[in-house]
């Protein structure tokens, strides 16, 4: 199969780069060249690869394979302002949860619409930026800021494999890693959320957990596998069903993909996820 090519501008976003800055860096190596406004490719660039693609739409643009990805002449770009998506698309995070962990670790802050940077994003190296074609405010911030331990630390809060301890950043401990990461969503998602919530029945049974907002329930059942925790299970689910309490199911599988399940299935009664 043919390697798939990008153009010269998505190219730039997919490294999290300015195209503008790509444009000069592969003009000043002689790998495109500026005829009549529009760019060209050199044999340079057909060299390392380069191709001339005609759109019908777009009309004739050049092309990349992703290898060039790997190129030693992009480690000369300098550094580029980052939007919540360009890192989000480093980490592997949506620019949604991105913006999340920088407004709870106090660098940005939700306006009416888009977001406003604060004096500590400032100091973070961060730059109030806003759309040209909407106006809506954003922010951008030096490459520098992936190496921060504290973005680091809320990106790793979102992976399964975490603390001995599962500790989760609203401050409880949770049974198992996989809770931990369902409770840390919650908490950068700022719903309210109440972790081991006893079930308002007779019997001893505890949510694992519980938001005000809606009445909703939520259970991971991934971790159910002897036959103990398949009978709680069991028991769990005949006691939410005979007294018609809102419930959410979890496994294993829902777990890569919470922040798409979740807001979802929240919607359904009636809370709203931002």
């Not at 081991?196 to 971790?223: H, K, N, S, T």
């Amino acid at each position: 199969m043919d390697e798939r090519h990008l153009s010269t501008t998505a190219l730039a976003k997919s490294i999290g780069k300015e195209p503008k800055e790509l444009f000069i860096l592969l003009a000043k190596g002689g790998w495109i060249v500026k005829t009549d406004g529009h760019w060209q490719l050199t044999e340079k660039g057909r060299f390392e690869g380069g191709i001339t693609i005609k759109h019908p739409k777009f009309g004739e643009y050049i092309a990349w394979p992703e290898s060039v990805k790997h190129h030693a002449i992009l480690n000369l770009l300098p550094e580029a302002p980052l939007t919540a998506s360009n890192i989000g698309q480093k980490v592997n995070r949506s620019a949604r949860l991105i913006n999340l962990m920088l407004t709870e670790l106090g660098w940005i802050e939700k306006g009416l619409k888009g977001w406003k940077l604060t004096h500590r994003g400032r100091v973070m190296g961060g730059q109030q930026r806003e759309s040209e074609k909407t106006g809506i405010p954003y922010v951008t911030w030096p490459e520098s800021i992936l190496a921060s331990p504290h973005l680091e630390a809320s990106i790793h809060a979102l992976d399964l494999q975490g603390e001995e301890r599962c500790v989760a950043l609203a401050g409880y401990t949770a049974h198992s890693n996989a809770v931990r990461l369902i409770g840390n969503w919650l908490y950068l998602t700022e719903v309210p959320h109440a972790y081991q919530r006893r079930l308002p029945v007779e019997q001893e049974l505890y949510a694992d957990f519980y938001l005000p907002q809606g009445r909703v329930y939520i259970e991971f059942w991934g971790d159910a596998t002897c036959s103990s925790e398949l009978k709680t299970k069991m028991v769990k689910q005949e006691v939410y069903a005979q007294q018609d309490m809102a419930l959410i199911e979890l496994e294993r599988a829902d777990l890569p993909h919470l922040d798409e399940v979740l807001p979802r299935l929240l919607l359904k009664h009636g809370v709203v996820v931002y």
